[in-house]
């Protein structure tokens, strides 16, 4: 996980977000969680390891969200 993550970041499927925060699953604290905007304005928020995970995209690996600033 990045300590100062970009301000923007493109999906892997191309939609673009912006980073908002991190923050702590409250059921278990040692899950962070990333809570990011989309660009029509609908906040979303998955766990950390998982946004910044490699996905499978045609029989390479690419980042999931891919910093662009």
Same mark, same amino acid.
């Given at each position: 996980m990045q300590n100062t993550p970009a301000r923007r970041y493109r999906h892997y499927k191309g939609g673009e977000y912006e980073w908002l925060c991190e923050a702590t699953y409250e059921?278990?604290?040692t899950v962070r969680m990333t809570v990011y !905007?989309?660009?029509?304005?609908?906040?979303?928020?998955r766990p950390s390891a998982m946004f910044h995970e490699m996905v499978e995209v045609d029989? !390479?690996?690419v980042p999931r969200f891919a910093p662009i600033d």
């Open positions: 059921p278990d604290p !905007r989309a660009a029509n304005g609908t906040v979303w928020v029989g !390479r690996q």
